[in-house]
């Protein structure tokens, strides 16, 4: 939706609504007054609001088309009130308003919810059945080698302790929605003595006790890196990392997020079962079928 909106729509609603900007500043920054900029803010709002309904429609038929195609379910309801309904309701009511809720938010809360506007939500489908598509070891057995070796050497290092560099994978994993590479490394995580308490919580480490300075600094590095803002890596979160890490430590660490998102990518293409390779790798020890 927002490769069709013109330079300065685009600006003025990400400026506000992700950047939270207020549009004094932002007519500042775009040389608009701040009438114009908010009226450019609420012409990108309500073509974003319109995408997101027509993708919800588009989803919608793709599930009823895939579901009576290869896995026999009923098809899904297609008429048009009960497709405004789903998507009037999938739309974040705080978002359709612009209300209070939604100036209320903090600035992270609000990207996340912004998310879940500019992106097609995915689908409710249940893949755990699905059959996995192909195995990368055999159709590029030279390439998963290479991989195979970064993560040995990053592992190999010392620079990052083992326990934090669990904590890496599996944020990473979740965020990336590769359910074997969550499984493969919650396992080895417990395996090697993590609490498990901590494996809970590891997906809201923003508002649990359970973790130090050092791993929130981490776990934000791994969400920054796997979700890349427009800004990059921001300056008071280098600084926050340098306060924890040696430059050779954090970029070994930045070796890490890296090497867990390729790994995420590669299984989560071509659906590799949870748990194929628990025998192979010991993970059955670990007690989490």
Known sequence: ALERL?????????????????FDEIGRRLQRSPAACRQLASRARNHVKADYA???????ERERLFAKTFIGFA????????SARSTSSAIPTSCRACGPRWAAMSRRARRDRLEGVITARRTTMNLADTP????????????VRKLQDLSTAIARSGHIEP???????????????????????????????????????VATWRESPLFTAKERAA????????????TGLSDELYAELRGHFSEKELSTLTFRVMGINAWNRLNAAFRTPPGALDKAFGLDKAGLA
């Open 163 to 201: 326990g934090l560099s669990h904590l890496v994978d599996i944020r990473a994993s979740q965020l990336n929605g590769c359910a074997f590479c969550l499984d493969m490394h919650v396992k080895e995580a417990k395996l090697h003595g993590e609490r498990e308490l901590r494996l809970y919580h």
């Open 75 to 82: 098809t899904l309801p297609t008429s048009r009130a009960a």
């Open 219 to 230: 776990l934000a590095l791994t969400e920054a890196l796997t979700r890349i803002a427009p």
């Open 132 to 143: 996995s598509r192909l195995n990368a070891a055999e159709q590029s057995p030279e390439l």
């Open 6 to 22: 013109s330079p300065l729509e685009r600006a003025a609603f990400l400026l506000h609504e992700v950047f939270d900007l207020d």
């Open 54 to 60: 027509r993708r919800e429609v588009e989803q919608e």
